[in-house]
């Protein structure tokens, strides 16, 4: 194929790699990022010869996909070649940085072969469909179009001597590889499974996962959680591949035990991490960030009490909502532990801890609302007070032989100072701050808020550690921050991700990439991978939670000393340990992650070499 990169010294023989994912162009998850974030590494490494193929089911994918055609690109021949069949294909570049050739195939042109598609699947490989399932319906739909897809790229590929390789991202990308296989075409295939789908399942809903999962019956448990179709395509991708992978060790297990199968190759996953040429530059953000923050803080708590702000730790946690599996459960009991402790050893700071996920809501909390409205109101007053006093101080200075500096109530107006008395007044209340920002659909059954209650951690003055649970995701457009995520996490000072059951875990991975401590634990991807490293302690910003050797409350209690011992650190020791995270964050450069799927990709073609015939 046409212009191979120099950078792919490894690679003697002419080579092609396609990578299929659900997440092309598609943000549903956490592949997303990978795709995305990898996409620069391996343009750079592949060059013409890589190719993304995503779902055309994004509603947003016509500004994140650009569609050209070259009739030059053997792929573009192959996407014309399907479009005269009558299908809906596009081929050009999906927007992000390394602007990658994209192939998007929509599911909905092959709906009306549908019921072909699945009889032909079960009895090829035994798999029905008994239960209607509207996304298993779409991930057959494009399966077979993958099918198809690479069929004829295999075509092109043998005509001019080029072996192909598919690079499949869960089971919603992958249940073309079954076919692949029974029908020869010759294609060296790699699935990655990012987590099981019965290993997320069972984490939620059995405490001992880990110590049950050697004895488990995948079947039984794939019909206790009427999940048996999608487990059994699952199953398929991983045994119909010729090189199975996982993100982590941790879910290598999972993979022995519910897929049948041992990984041959670990792709850890990374990101690429941009690094400021000055140290100052990182402690600059967080600075502006930081005071962005405080805004917010003001407005939510001050209309209550005050707490002196330069005394203030942030912490927050992010992700899906799965309150045991992300270990909200565990950073909930730790924060009340917490609480106790500072006002016990009288610790003049104060924590405000912040949970950022994703629940149904009706709407913002009024009252938060207002609060914030009403404070932007002073915020308008004050700006307005400062403007006329500077005129008529300057006007005074200018004008008065007298050097004193005069009274400045003199220099307002009893307008704008009845103004700005009133707006105080009303604004300020004897009501507690709410903990959560909206209104939740379901108050009274949340996790969260249930907690909260129950432990009494409901933002009292006298509290220590105070808790804004906000149940949507931060954006720059959200009413209540105004700020990026990326953003939001500069201007804190720690996250706290004690995962009971995560397979990676970009979270810690993005706070480092900021300059940001990090809380993990060992029984995350993440965390797993991390203590393998010589930097990987608290000193670069990680603080590595146990919860492989000890139970629920040791793991609360290590957390909630881990915490204080933070709290108690003084502002200097909190910039050197930024400056040295971002050390940290390094490792995880996709620069030098890539090499994981490098290898990947040499077992698949040295384990199964391709006949050219």
């Keep these: 194929m046409a212009e191979r990169k120099k950078a792919r010294k490894k690679k003697e023989e002419p080579k092609m790699l396609a990578e299929i994912a659900w997440e092309v162009c598609n943000q549903v998850g956490g592949i997303y990022t990978v795709i995305r974030s990898k996409a620069p590494v391996m343009v750079d490494q592949w060059g013409k010869d890589y190719v993304l193929v995503g779902p055309k089911i994004h509603p947003n994918v016509s500004s994140d996909f650009e569609e050209h055609m070259d009739d030059k690109i053997p792929i573009a021949q192959v996407v014309r070649e399907m479009k005269e069949m009558g299908w809906d294909v596009s081929f050009g570049t999906w927007l992000v940085s390394g602007r990658p050739q994209t192939v998007l195939l929509n599911p909905a042109s092959v709906m009306p072969q549908l019921g072909n598609i699945k009889y032909f699947y079960w009895q090829d490989h035994h798999i029905d469909f008994n239960n209607h399932d509207p996304l298993v319906d779409e991930v057959m739909a494009f399966g077979f179009m993958v099918k198809e897809f690479l069929f004829r790229m295999a075509r092109v590929c043998l005509e001019q001597d080029v072996e192909l390789l598919a690079h499949f991202h869960e089971w919603m990308a992958g249940t073309a590889i079954a076919d692949i296989r029974k029908e020869q075409i010759p294609i060296k295939t790699v699935f990655t499974t990012h987590a099981t789908l019965l290993g997320r ?124 599996n992300k270990g909200y459960d565990l950073t909930l009991e730790a924060l009340a532990r917490l609480n106790y402790k500072m006002k016990k050893h009288k610790i003049n700071k104060t924590v405000v801890m912040f949970f950022i996920t994703k629940q149904p809501f009706h709407s913002i909390n009024q009252e938060v609302m207002t609060s914030r409205a009403v404070m932007e109101e002073i915020d308008h007053n004050c700006e307005e007070i400062m403007k006329q006093v500077k005129e008529r101080l300057f006007q005074d200075a200018a004008t008065n032989s007298d050097h004193r500096l005069p009274e400045l109530n003199k220099l307002v107006d009893d307008y704008w100072k009845l103004r700005y008395r009133r707006t105080i007044q009303s604004w300020k209340t004897k009501r507690l701050p709410s903990v959560v920002t909206h209104n939740l659909i379901n108050d009274a059954d949340d996790q969260i808020l249930n907690f909260l209650r129950g432990a009494n951690l409901l933002n009292h003055e006298t509290d220590k550690v105070k808790i804004v649970y906000h149940p949507d995701f931060i954006s720059s457009t959200s009413p209540l921050f105004g700020m990026e995520y990326g953003q939001f996490v500069r201007g804190c000072h720690m996250g706290i991700f004690p995962s009971y059951y995560e397979p990676w875990g970009y979270t810690p991975v993005e706070c480092l990439a900021r300059g940001v401590s990090a809380v993990t634990s060992d029984l995350s991807g993440f965390g797993d991978y991390v203590k393998t490293l010589d930097i990987g302690d608290e000193e670069h910003g990680i603080y590595m939670i146990d919860r492989v050797n000890q139970d629920y409350h040791s793991a609360a209690e290590q957390l909630s000393e881990k915490m204080l011992a933070f709290v108690k650190t003084t502002g200097r020791e909190r910039i050197a340990s930024r400056n040295l995270a971002e050390d940290l964050s390094e490792e995880f450069d996709w620069k030098n992650l890539i090499k994981h799927y490098d290898h990947a990709y040499d077992l698949a073609l040295e384990k199964y070499p391709i006949e050219n015939k």
């Design 201 to 324: 399942y069972l984490a939620m809903n059995d405490p001992y996962f880990y110590d049950h999962l050697p004895f488990l019956n995948w079947e039984s448990e794939a019909n206790n959680f009427n999940v048996n179709t999608i487990a059994r395509l699952e199953r398929a991708c991983a045994h119909g591949a010729n090189i199975l992978s996982t993100v982590s060790e941790v879910t290598a297990k999972e993979c022995i035990h519910l897929l049948g199968r041992s990984p041959e190759a670990i792709v850890p996953n990374g990101l690429n991490i941009e690094r400021f040429s000055v140290l100052h530059e990182v402690q600059n953000l967080h600075h502006k960030y930081k005071e962005q923050i405080n805004h917010f803080v003001m407005g939510h708590f001050f209309q209550s009490y005050t707490f002196d702000l330069n005394n203030v730790i942030y912490f927050f946690t992010s992700g899906r909502f799965e309150f045991k």
